[in-house]
């Protein structure tokens, strides 16, 4: 028999003796930059996720797409943190001028997964037919 688990995690709780504001364990109010990081890190992710293979977008649509037009470096540092063996498609995330940013060897293994799904480059540069239109 598994049980689900509770609708808040187990570091936070709401107290009736706090007014029903929210605190951890050691009845700190939890860090809510925290929150919000994980937030925007997890609508990167899912936006990446969206990107058809063969095609590309680049971190500042990404980045627009979130809702934080300005913040092309939050989403190459989001995805310059993913575990190397991730599922997720950040090979099809270029810079933009529609080209591999240099990040001490990455960039070859992001050119051969792009070449095998069909991505074409010219001189260094992906032609625009291949960047991918959200929506």
């Known amino acids: 028999m598994s049980r689900k ?9 709401l107290s009736s003796q706090s007014g029903g504001k929210a605190h951890d364990n050691q009845g700190q109010a939890p860090d809510r930059s925290t929150d919000r990081r994980t937030d925007r890190r997890t609508r990167v992710w899912q936006v990446v996720a969206m990107i058809p293979a063969g095609q590309v977008a680049t971190y500042g649509q990404i980045a627009a797409l979130i809702g934080l037009p300005s913040h092309a470096r939050f989403v190459g540092t989001t995805l310059r943190q993913l ?37 074409e480059f010219v001189g260094g ?11």
């Open 5 to 13: 688990a509770p609708p808040l995690s187990a570091k936070v709780a």
């Open 125 to 135: 540069k992906i032609p625009e037919g291949f960047r991918w239109e959200a929506g």
């Open 83 to 119: 575990p190397q063996n991730t599922r997720l498609p950040w090979h099809r995330v270029v810079n933009a001028g529609l080209r591999i940013s240099q990040r001490g060897g990455g960039e070859v293994v992001q050119r051969k997964r792009l070449e095998a799904e069909g991505v």
